[in-house]
């Protein structure tokens, strides 16, 4: 049945283990030298001082730490992230409606008025269903005033930098590296 030495030793011990032994059995303690069998003998370990990570490192992006921040007057709009195509992966959006309400225009003003920005429409469920298990969605309050078997059309609107202006926030992004008063 075997077609080694190794392995007709390995079943028979295994089989006899299945079956019980006597604790004065030389066999009945294996010997076990862990994943260290699998490692080439040449190189074991890591020396974690041959280059350490230092202040000039930069992230995989090109990035150091850049901490970004959003400031506005009056409460952000919830954004949600959903993907509403297959050919691209989850973008940030807001409801179009909000976005109308708080600009003090209907939706259809504001389509009319900025052209140039992605509106697109999703079912109802299918924006409570990828909603609800985005790993960025903290808030189920949010989710309360939505029917999760929903068919009515949803219109959202790209989360773009321009639109951001619109609604009245802005960006600024901290450097630790640039500002010496800053203590982490």
Not at 2 to 15: C, G, P, Q, V
Not at 154 to 170: A, I, M, R
Request: aromatic letters at 12%.
């Amino acid at each position: 049945m075997t077609h080694s030495e190794l392995m007709e030793t390995f079943l028979t011990e295994y089989l006899t283990d299945l079956q019980g032994r006597d604790v004065s059995d030389p066999g009945m303690y294996w010997e076990f030298f862990g994943s260290s069998v699998c490692e080439p003998k040449t190189e074991s370990g890591f020396d974690i001082l041959s280059n350490p990570p230092g202040p000039s490192d930069e992230d995989e992006d090109g990035f150091s730490d850049i901490f970004e921040f959003e400031f506005s007057d009056v409460p952000l709009l919830p954004c949600y992230n959903i993907q509403v195509s297959l050919s691209q992966g989850p973008r940030n959006w807001f409801l179009l409606s909000d976005v109308a309400k708080k600009l003090k225009m209907s939706p259809r003003i504001f389509r009319c008025t900025f052209p140039s920005m992605e509106v697109v429409s999703i079912m109802e469920a299918e924006f409570v269903k990828q909603v609800s298990l985005s790993q960025l969605f903290s808030c189920e309050k949010d989710l309360e005033a939505f029917n999760p078997e929903g068919k009515e059309l949803l219109d959202l609107v790209e989360f773009t930098s321009e639109l951001q202006t619109l609604l009245g926030s802005s960006l600024k992004w901290l450097h630790p590296d640039e500002d010496s008063d800053i203590h982490w």
